[in-house]
Each structure stands twice: as C-alpha cells, then as structure tokens.
T-cell receptor, first 115, second 115 residues
C-alpha cells in the first residue's frame, strides 16, 4: 500500500497527558500537512512541511502543539498537557511540489479522545 | 469568516438520479478547487478537482463546474449510486507565489442515495 498512513488510528488519554501521532506520507511526496477535524466541521489546517523544513506553524492551536519532520520523510505531531477540547480527528496529507496544483492525499486519521 | 461555504448540510436523492452538491467561496485568490469524499472513521478521499482557468472538469460519473464570476462551484454525480452515500467536502487553495497551498475546507454535505 503506497498511500498515506497514520498511527495510531485511535488514542484515548487522560487530561494532562502528552500524546504523539505519526504520519508516513506517500514516498515520493515532499510536502506534508497536518489538519484537525472536529464534529460537523471540515478539516482545519495546522502546519506544513516541505521536505524537513516547517514552513508554516502559526496555525498550530497553541504552544502545546508541535510537529517535526526530522529527515523529510515521516512526521510526528505532539500535543502536550492534553485538554478535553483537543479531542478530534487529526489528519495528515501529502503532496508533491512538482505538481502545478497542490492535490493532497489524506491518511485515515488518528482519532484522539481526551477524558 | 468562512472562506469556503457549503450551505446544505445534507442531501437525499434516489438511486439513478442526479446529485448536485454546491459550494461557494469568498476569496478570489483561490486558483484550485477540489472535492473530497469522506466515509465515517476514514480520511477524506480525493474525488475530482478543477483549476480556476477552467469551467468544467469531468471524470466518469463526476463533473465539477466552476463559475468564477459567481464564486460558485458544483459537483454533479450522474447516475447516483448507494455507494456514493458519504460526506462530501469542497476545498480551495492558492498555489502561486509564497503560498503553502494548504486546503481550506467547507463544512461538508452529507449525501444519502436511497435505493
């Protein structure tokens, strides 16, 4: 399977705990995006990498959120000191900058539940 | 302020008939528009796209129409099938200059195709 993969698919945690999600993009894609989706809403952009460089992070929801893509391949999204309001689906998407238009392909998402 | 709007939360059509899903946008700088289909507990799946230099793009049963002057696009599905039942998201992006090409989504329209 050469699609975008995300792990874990589901994560239940207690308020105040830290969580980390992983995204493996399509191998030839150099762009990687993180989005968050809450009930009844469309996905909301969080951050963007081109290769290993994080080119946009101002949309991260608070300083508790951080993302890395250390070698320009997989990426991780970490949420520190989770709050109940962080409960959502976290989506990763990848695309190629060699394409004129930015057609993004999404992974299955990680469903976070904060108790 | 929502830049991409899908004003119909739900749509129900009979199998074999046409489904028309609508989307409006406010930012005239968008140059690429996409439709994604989403099943519960899965990530969005890319369906069809259109660039701002075109007014129509067709792929099998799916056709997207773009009316730039009205800042409106629509997705036509003909004929509709029960397997098309899902939530459909309209998304837009800017892909020039220093823009990072992140997608801005509408809230989605839930399509139900009845046998």
């Amino acid at each position: 399977d050469t699609g975008v993969s995300q792990n874990p698919r589901h994560k239940i945690t207690k308020r105040g705990q830290n969580v980390t999600f992983r995204c493996d993009p399509i191998s030839e894609h150099n762009r990687l995006y993180w989005y968050r989706q809450t009930l009844g809403q469309g996905p909301e952009f969080l951050t963007y990498f081109q290769n290993e460089a994080q080119l946009e992070k101002s949309r991260l929801l608070s300083d508790r959120f951080s993302a890395e893509r250390p070698k320009g391949s997989f990426s991780t999204l970490e949420i520190q000191r989770t709050e109940q309001g962080d409960s959502a689906m976290y989506l990763c998407a990848s695309s190629s900058s060699s394409h004129r238009y930015n057609e993004q392909f999404f992974g299955p998402g990680t469903r976070l539940t904060v108790l | 302020d929502q830049q991409v709007k899908q004003n119909s939360p739900s749509l129900s059509v009979q199998e074999g008939r046409i489904s028309i899903l609508n989307c409006d946008y406010t930012n005239s700088m968008f140059d690429y528009f996409l439709w994604y289909k989403k099943y519960p507990a899965e990530g969005p799946t890319f369906l069809i796209s259109i660039s701002s230099i075109k007014d129509k793009n067709e792929d099998g049963r799916f056709t997207v129409f773009l009316n730039k002057s009205a800042k409106h696009l629509s997705l036509h599905i003909v004929p509709s099938q029960p397997g098309d039942s899902a939530v459909y998201f309209c998304a837009a992006s800017m892909n020039y200059g220093g823009s990072q090409g992140n997608l801005i989504f509408g809230k989605g329209t839930k399509l139900s195709v009845k046998p």
